[in-house]
């Protein structure tokens, strides 16, 4: 893997498969999709390959800007109690995120689905 971060190039090796943010999140939809959903998941960092754990929290039925959805929570688990991340994924829509909410270092930063085409 070739990290790229503020300019600085880092070279790192991967024992085991590894994703990015993004790549990370199609991933897990794509393993809830074919019933893997494991949970253990790799992520590139800036200088690293870190263990990213995400556990499912349970189904609930959420209403965002797009409409009413079936949703499982699927949450990463962070070492530090002051950082979350949770993704509702919508299994009539392939397991689309319909929301995101994530707190950061005291800020908060929510995303909704507005529509479906």
């Known amino acids: 893997v070739t990290s790229n971060y503020k300019g600085k190039t880092t070279t790192l090796s991967m024992p085991q498969q590894a994703f990015d943010d993004l790549s990370l999140e199609v991933q897990i939809r794509q393993d809830l999709l074919n019933g893997k959903f494991t949970g253990n998941y790799y992520m590139a960092k800036k200088d690293k390959i870190e263990k990213t754990p995400f556990k499912k929290s349970g189904s609930t039925k959420i209403t965002v800007p797009a409409g009413t959805f ?48």
């Open 70 to 117: 079936d949703t499982v929570r699927v949450d990463r688990v962070h070492d530090d109690d002051s950082r979350s991340t949770s993704f509702w994924l919508a299994p009539s829509l392939d397991y689309l995120p319909v929301k995101v909410s994530q707190i950061n270092d005291g800020k908060k930063m929510d995303l909704e689905l507005t529509k479906v085409n």
